[in-house]
T-cell receptor, first 111, second 113 residues
Framework: GESVGLHLPTLSVQEGDNSIINCAYS??????FIWYKQESGKGPQFIID?????DKRQGQRVTVLLNKTVKHLSLQIAATQPGDSAVYFCAENWRDYKLSFGAGTTVTVRA | EAQVTQNPRYLITVTGKKLTVTCSQN?????MSWYRQDPGLGLRQIYY???????DKGDVPEGYKVSRKEKRNFPLILESPSPNQTSLYFC????????????FGSGTQLSVL
């Protein structure tokens, strides 16, 4: 079965608010995690990654938090914009050459 | 422009009729991979290739074949498609070990009747 999952399949956010997308993973041996964004009709695009020796990493308007104690990963999007509407996937690497993807969270931004 | 190109974007076929979905990348990446995406299941890996002439099974390889004769191309072959292979397929590539910063193609929507 899936080793990576998301807490909620959908998330509705008001434009301008911050978004938090959660992901639980089950394999404590996972050492690398990635967030991807998939817009309608397109392939997934890399957003941000984090290694297991870190607990936080920031990018442009995005922050990924890793809590290894509870095996939880989150993606925070600051000042959510209409262009942020998409499906967001977390993925974990628990052995070489393979990534396991979660089922995804659909984020809808309300104007 | 750096990209992964898949063809075709849409394909409707019938059970048993062999088909090939092409994938090409222009980034000189060593690692390439095929995924299928189904509602509620996320992305599942079909096959991957670490370099020319080196391929291996992913999580759902049954009913698929691949080849890697050149670094840039990684076609996905369905010798005898069945309806349960109706899905959205993505090709991806990366520079390194394959689990970092995958670049995805735009997808191929396949329907097998």
């Amino acid at each position: 079965g899936e080793s990576v999952g998301l807490h909620l399949p959908t998330l509705s956010v008001q434009e301008g608010d911050n978004s938090i997308i959660n992901c639980a993973y089950s394999n404590s041996a996972s050492d690398y995690f990635i967030w991807y964004k998939q817009e309608s009709g397109k392939g997934p695009q890399f957003i941000i990654d984090i290694r297991s020796n870190m607990d936080k990493r920031q990018g442009q308007r995005v922050t990924v938090l890793l809590n290894k104690t509870v095996k939880h990963l989150s993606l925070q999007i600051a000042a959510t914009q209409p262009g942020d509407s998409a499906v967001y996937f977390c993925a974990e690497n628990w052995r070489d050459y393979k990534l396991s993807f979660g089922a995804g969270t659909t984020v809808t931004v309300r104007a | 422009e750096a990209q992964v190109t898949q063809n075709p974007r849409y394909l409707i076929t019938v059970t048993g009729k062999k088909l090939t979905v092409t994938c090409s990348q222009n980034m000189n990446h060593e690692y390439m991979s095929w995924y299928r995406q189904d509602p509620g299941l996320g992305l599942r890996q079909i096959y991957y290739s670490m370099n020319v002439e080196v391929t291996d099974k992913g999580d759902v390889p049954e009913g698929y074949k691949v080849s890697r004769k050149e670094k840039r191309n990684f076609p996905l072959i369905l010798e005898s498609p069945s309806p349960n292979q109706t899905s959205l397929y993505f090709c991806a590539s990366s520079l390194g070990q394959g689990h970092e910063k995958l670049f995805f193609g735009s997808g191929t929507q396949l329907s097998v009747l």
